[in-house]
């Protein structure tokens, strides 16, 4: 696992972490952490590294985003595991490209593992006007 604490102003570096660990292999990474932690920032700062021109939100009301046809944006915190997997979201994984999974819980990421795909989990947490991102790849 890797750590960083930093501010905003410093995100480059976890960004410039994500990339070299993704390497352009297809990805699942897994985003936890609390309302207005960063997760969606951290997700708009890694399509502004790859100078992608995309506008990144959170998809928390569309449930999925796509950015310049390779990165997929998820935000399932209105939904159960259950209710993703009935709406057929499981099945976007076998897409080629990142997939950046807002409120992933321990059970999506084990039936991502189970199913052999590359699995990062990024943890934020708030330390007043700084993040610690811990990364487990």
């Known amino acids: 696992m890797k750590e960083f604490e930093l501010d905003l102003t410093q995100l480059d570096k976890v960004t410039k972490y994500l990339i070299e660990l993704i390497n352009n292999k297809d990805t699942v990474v897994i985003l936890r952490g609390d309302l207005a932690s960063g997760k969606t920032t951290l997700v708009k700062n890694f399509v502004k590294a790859l100078n992608l021109e995309d506008l990144v939100t959170s998809p928390t009301f569309s449930l999925q985003a796509v950015y310049s046809d390779k990165i997929y944006h998820y935000d399932v915190y209105n939904k159960t595991l259950g209710e993703f ?16 999974v807002e409120w992933g819980d321990a059970e999506l990421e084990k039936i991502l593992k189970d199913y052999g795909y590359k699995v990062i989990i990024v943890e934020i947490e708030k330390c007043e006007d700084k993040r610690l991102y811990k990364i487990n790849a």
């Not at 997997?85 to 950046?100: A, Q, V």
């Open 85 to 100: 997997i009935s709406l057929g979201m499981l099945e976007e994984f076998e897409k080629e490209g990142i997939h950046f």
